[in-house]
């Protein structure tokens, strides 16, 4: 189906997350900000977004910051990459405590 005359207001709000990457990307930018990237999508448009993110690092070199609240995700990040939370009770819980 051919949306490119709609209006954003009318999409999804997967549609629209998506959307917001994509205007995100356009610049090409050295780094990205995104603020739970995944939030509202179905699983395999959030694996395709994950896999263009993880190519968007190694390729191109692009730093990535971002938040999310779906653990898994954040477990899946790169091997070199460095993760934070400010949640006490998410430490404990990870360490076993």
């Known amino acids: 189906m051919d949306r490119r005359n709609d209006q954003a207001k009318q999409f999804s709000g997967g549609m629209r997350r998506r959307l917001e990457i994509a205007r995100g990307l356009l610049h090409t930018p050295k780094i990205l900000f995104l603020d739970e990237p995944t939030l509202g999508l179905d699983p395999q448009t959030r694996n395709q977004v ?43 819980a990870r360490r076993g405590n």
């Open 50 to 92: 994950w896999g263009h993110v993880r190519r968007l690092n190694e390729l191109q070199r692009v730093t990535v910051f971002l938040t999310t609240h779906y653990m898994e995700e954040a477990d899946r990040l790169p091997g070199g990459s460095r993760s934070s939370t400010t949640d006490a009770s998410w430490r404990r």
